[in-house]
Each structure stands twice: as structure tokens, then as C-alpha cells.
């Protein structure tokens, strides 16, 4: 199982959140930032994520079971639980 820590949160306006160390994807060092705001048409709500730029293939879904093992990185969620 994954858990982020929300860092930061405004009603109405976004959060902030950032993986537990030794989480499921082997993330290391990452943050995640929802945000929203009143649009013409309805709400805009936009999401980015920042990371090292090690963890790329993992945020990618690149790396396998062996690979992640290799580079010492977890296995993703679905393989890890078999």
C-alpha cells in the first residue's frame, strides 16, 4: 500500500503531498500538487508531480520486478503483492 503525507491543503484552492519514505514505488524525495480554480465553463484542476529524475522509469511504469530489485527500488504495487 501507498500513503502520502498532505503537506499543505486550502479548501477550495489545492493540496500538497508527498510519499512516506520506503513506500510502494521506491519514490524517493517527491511532491504532488493538486490544484483548482473557477473557470467560465466550470472548474480547472490541475496536478503535477516533482521527483528525482532517478525515479523516472518507476513514474513511468518502466521498471519491472527485476529491474526495480536491481536498482534496489521496490516492486510496483501489482507485482509486489503477488
Given amino acids: ?8 491543503y486550502e479548501r477550495n484552492v489545492g ?3 508527498s510519499a512516506q519514505a520506503d513506500n510502494a514505488f521506491g ?3 517527491d511532491l504532488n500538487l493538486a ?6 465553463e466550470g472548474t480547472i ?5 516533482y521527483y528525482e529524475a ?6 513511468r511504469g518502466e521498471c519491472s520486478t527485476n529491474s526495480c530489485i536491481a ?3 521496490a516492486a510496483p504495487p501489482s507485482e509486489s503483492l503477488g
Fill in 1 to 8: 500500500m501507498d500513503r502520502n503525507v498532505v503537506r499543505w
Fill in 15 to 17: 493540496y500538497a503531498s
Fill in 27 to 29: 519514490v524517493t524525495n
Fill in 35 to 40: 490544484c483548482a480554480e473557477p473557470s467560465g
Fill in 45 to 49: 484542476v490541475t496536478w503535477e508531480e
Fill in 54 to 59: 532517478a525515479d523516472l522509469p518507476m513514474m
Fill in 71 to 73: 536498482s534496489g527500488r
